[in-house]
């Protein structure tokens, strides 16, 4: 099947300094798109670019100056051919977008998460993670990976409380490796839209719901969240991650380790991120000694 019957590309945008220094002719979301379409060999996949509404009420002017700019991007050098859609009626926070491609928009039985400074160091073959999902319908996400994978970075990972698990995945008939993974990361990625509406977003709504959110644009914090309550659902051992449960106490953790920075978790801590991990089907691409495959453009881009 053609790639545009499987992919369509989600594309999350805000203005950049709005109170300060408005950066209204963002030229990394253009090279985002860009290297998205040239690198990863997209032809005919439609890209959906989504401006947070919540400028319109503070800055209803730069938001009417900020769509002319987008819509005119269509005709920039290199861009004339891409499928490009700049979506109108936009909700406030990237998570309440992110709702609305998953449930409306998207027309494609899978979806890029894109946000709008990001880079591609090479080409990527977008035809066998495709084939990854179609063949193992236990897999629901795959991101691409922003750091080499060396033991380095997989300890930093592990201290930055972030990838519990990290480890290649085995099991799977796979046409493109994969390490298996603990947490959904809004960081460049692949994900099933069927597993989005029939399980991440209930997972969301039942463990983070609006009231819970951090209200800003990051749907990974949520995210996170919700999979931490996820964890601690799947274990008794009467500890908690972190303060996700005013009445656990917190502490136990993942990997077992007898390091100062994380670890402590007991037996059934394991048995609970591992569970958690199939249930999820959080993926990385990559294997052993890969370099990076995505990077940020823009480590200043700040919402204000
Ligand atoms: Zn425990």
């Given at each position: ?39 990863l060999?997209?032809?005919?996949v ?16 730069l ?12 005709s ?14 936009t ?14 928009d ?24 495709i ?44 046409d ?21 509406k ?25 995210m996170k969240?919700?999979?931490l309550?996820?964890i601690d ?18 502490g136990?953790q ?6 100062n ?21 959080l ?22």
């Amino acid at each position: 099947m053609e790639l545009s019957n499987l992919l369509s590309v989600f594309v999350p945008t805000h203005i950049i300094r709005a109170s300060s220094e408005p950066y209204i002719e963002n030229e990394m979301i253009v090279e985002t798109i860009l290297q998205a379409y040239t690198k990863l060999g997209l032809e005919g996949v439609e890209f959906y670019v989504y401006p947070d509404d919540a400028f319109n009420e503070t800055h209803p002017e730069l938001m009417k100056k900020y769509y002319e700019y987008l819509e005119s991007i269509k005709s920039f050098k290199g861009l004339e051919s891409i499928k490009i859609n700049i979506v109108k009626d936009t909700r406030k926070t990237m998570r309440n977008n992110w709702l609305k491609f998953v449930e409306e928009d998207c027309k494609t039985p899978y979806m890029m998460f894109l946000e709008h400074d990001w880079g591609f160091a090479d080409h990527i073959d977008i035809k066998k993670i495709i084939n990854n999902f179609e063949k193992n319908p236990s897999v629901g996400y795959v991101k691409f990976n922003r750091f080499p994978h060396d033991d380095r970075m997989r300890s930093l990972a592990v201290a930055h409380n972030w990838d519990w698990i990290y480890e290649q995945e085995q099991d799977l008939d796979l046409d493109i490796p994969m390490f298996k993974i603990t947490f959904y990361s809004g960081n460049p990625h692949i994900a099933r839209i069927k597993k989005c509406k029939e399980f991440y977003i209930p997972q969301m709504l039942e463990h983070c719901p609006p009231k819970l959110s951090k209200g800003t644009s990051h749907l990974e914090k949520d995210m996170k969240k919700a999979e931490l309550r996820s964890i601690d659902s799947l274990r008794d051992c009467g500890f908690s991650n972190q303060s996700t449960d005013g009445n656990k106490a917190w502490g136990h953790q993942w990997p077992l380790s007898g390091g100062n920075t994380i670890g402590r978790g007991c037996k059934k801590c394991e048995a609970a991120i591992t569970e958690h991990q199939k249930k999820w089907g959080l993926y990385m691409l990559g294997d052993w000694g890969d370099n990076s495959r995505v990077f940020h453009l823009g480590e200043w881009c700040r919402k204000e």
